[in-house]
Nanobody, 127 residues
Framework: QVQLVESGGGLVQAGGSLQLSCTASDFPFRSYTMAWFRQPPGKEREVVAVVNNTGRSPYYSDSVKGRFTISRDSGKSTMTLQMNSLKPEDTAVYYC????????????????????WGPGTQVTVSS
């Protein structure tokens, strides 16, 4: 059974940085596409970033492009999201997700493409 657990969330001031981690277990991590989604208060869940099994050409939503960086370490079965220049509108519950599809990352930038989810971690950015 695929297991995903997020960590690293917390409270940070606007302009600050946080790094989220997703630890994966019980599946062939190096073969899977991984992604970060987020759900702001009162809104639907949205894609943040996607990295496929190759690690090449990750996808970023327009709202985080240039500020966030997604990466993966297949040897450690972990994925990270480095978040810089945080804004209050980045406040959300952040979720790690995975699937075994090997399409280019930009073709998987949708919630319906992912079947495995972590429980989420709260990120709050104060103004």
């Amino acid at each position: 059974q695929v297991q995903l657990v997020e960590s690293g969330g917390g409270l940070v001031q606007a302009g600050g940085s946080l790094q989220l981690s997703c630890t994966a277990s019980d599946f062939p991590f190096r073969s899977y596409t991984m992604a970060w989604f987020r759900q702001p208060p009162g809104k639907e869940r949205e894609v943040v970033a996607v990295v496929n099994n190759t690690g090449r050409s990750p996808y970023y939503s327009d709202s985080v492009k240039g500020r966030f960086t997604i990466s993966r370490d297949s040897g450690k079965s972990t994925m990270t999201l480095q978040m810089n220049s945080l804004k209050p509108e980045d406040t959300a519950v952040y979720y790690c997700a995975s699937n075994d599809n090997r399409l280019p990352a930009h073709m998987l930038a949708t919630e319906s493409a992912f079947s495995n989810w972590g429980p989420g971690t709260q990120v709050t950015v104060s103004s």
